[in-house]
């Protein structure tokens, strides 16, 4: 009677400590598809209308959080925040805060003397202040620590709603699934509207954003298919549940390349193909010899290459061929400056454009607000202390990923670590020559992978 008084305890336990997740994670779902209709523009030129939807934003994943925060028990927030990773994700969104400080202008020199410079000439006008902030400007770096701190809530809410119950792992992954096929067929339908310029962008005004949303999406369409058909019985038929999977899951995937090819993005092309190439390398891995491994591999890429050939719109073709009137080399050329000033601390989260006025170089008529390369980018704005927690936090989340996917002993969670490494993969990608973290859906979706790649594992 003992033992099962304390099973139906455990059971009840589960069960009422699995609600407010799943709450926590349909509430989250509900935010990423507005972020992905309402805050899809780059934040810095985001209208009237995009930071009013910001604000409203920013104050439902408040409410959210606050709500996690109170039905979360105390045994489960003890184990949730075991760990570096937990302390790491709060440091970022604390860093930029931290950059927001009033400091002593004594202190400031030692700190940051491009900063101190900047003070300094306000001196003749009698407008010196006696503190200031290691922002450059305080008002936008205040504007991304918010951002940060959402992208945290939803870290940590993913997290949460992905160690619920290992039965339900594709459960947080359904959204993405969703929202990337309704953005690709929305794409498509653009692509074939008959206007002369017509590409894919879906909710996004560019469509290099709207492919780093697809191609996050894209490894996880493939894997859902991919776990369904891995448990089909092949001395039998597959049921009917499992045949829908592969078909929703495989489906998903063809209409979302679909929308990355009508994209006409280089990048988006690029970082998917590489994406998937090392999905592949990850999921053979152990299966076979290694010279059969690698031939599996190189008739994938030739297959890729073949594909881009044959089915990419003309447009893509003519577009790869056609790199001239790129500044890019000359911004990235400028940015490096711009580090060298500010190489501790940066010049605060948000700060570049102002910052980078002084370093410019070329296309003077242009307001550079991005540095299309967001390594350098957050490089500038964070300096090295910043750079190296947002660097050690993605680098373990990657490492984590990796190993679920070579090491867990749930075909389920390996094909989740599969997917989630190949994701972040082509973001990683992608990010060399854009500025896909500064879109805050694109962000948002990251947050969310990442803490699917966090969720404790079987794999210690």
């Not at 045949?243 to 063809?254: C, E, M, S």
């Not at 076979?288 to 690698?294: D, E, G, N, P, S």
Request: proline content about 5%; some cysteine; glycine content about 10%.
């Amino acid at each position: 009677m003992i033992g099962n008084s304390g099973t139906e305890t455990e059971f009840l336990y589960k069960k009422l400590s699995l609600r407010p997740r799943i709450t926590l994670a349909a509430m989250l779902t509900i935010a990423l598809g507005y972020a992905v209709f309402f805050l899809s523009a780059p934040i810095a030129q985001a209208d009237r209308s995009g930071r009013e939807h910001r604000n409203l934003y920013l104050l439902a994943l408040g409410i959210a959080g606050f709500g996690q925060a109170i039905y979360s028990r105390r045994g489960q927030t003890r184990r949730a925040k075991n760990g570096a990773v937990f302390w790491l994700a709060l440091l970022l969104p604390g860093y930029a805060a931290f950059q927001l400080l009033p400091l002593p202008l004594s202190l400031l020199r030692l700190l940051s003397p491009a900063r101190r410079e900047l003070m300094d000439a306000l001196a003749p006008l009698s407008l010196q202040p006696e503190f200031a902030p290691l922002s450059v400007a305080p008002s936008l770096t205040l504007e991304h620590f918010l951002l940060f701190t959402a992208y945290a809530l939803v870290f940590f809410g993913i997290r949460e709603a992905a160690r619920a119950d290992r039965g339900r792992l594709w459960l947080p992954v359904l959204p993405i699934l969703v929202i990337g096929v309704w953005q690709a067929g929305w794409g498509v339908s653009q692509f074939f509207s008959g206007s002369a310029e017509a590409f894919a962008h879906g909710t996004y005004p560019i469509r290099n954003h709207f492919a780093g949303f697809l191609e996050m999406a894209l490894p996880f369409t493939i894997a859902y298919g991919a776990a369904a058909l891995g448990k089909k019985n092949w001395g039998g038929p597959m049921s009917a549940a499992g045949a829908f999977r592969v078909g929703i899951g495989f489906a998903a995937a063809g209409l979302i390349c679909a929308g990355i090819l009508c994209s006409l993005s280089r990048m988006g092309l690029a970082a998917s193909g590489c994406s998937l190439v090392l999905m592949a390398i990850l999921a053979l891995a152990g299966k076979f010899k290694a010279r059969t491994r690698w031939a599996i591999v190189g008739l994938l890429i030739l297959t890729l290459v073949a594909g881009l050939a044959l089915l990419a719109p003309a447009q893509v073709i003519l577009r790869f061929a056609d790199i001239t009137g790129e500044d890019r080399p000359h911004v990235w050329h400028d940015t490096l400056r711009l580090i060298a000033a500010y190489p501790l601390f940066g010049c605060g989260l948000g700060g570049y454009q102002p910052a980078f006025e002084k370093f410019k170089t070329s296309a003077f008529d242009l307001v550079q607000d991005y540095a299309h390369n967001d390594y350098l980018q957050y490089l500038a704005e964070l300096g090295a202390a910043g750079f190296l927690i947002a660097g050690t936090l993605l680098a373990w989340i990657g490492v984590r990923a990796v190993r679920s996917s070579l090491l867990d002993p749930d075909p389920d969670a390996r094909w989740l670590g599969l997917a989630s490494t190949a994701a972040l993969a082509a973001i990683v990608i992608h990010s060399t020559a854009d500025f896909n973290l500064y879109v805050p859906a694109n962000a948002i979706l990251l947050a969310w992978i990442c803490g699917l790649a966090a969720a404790p594992s079987a794999v210690k």
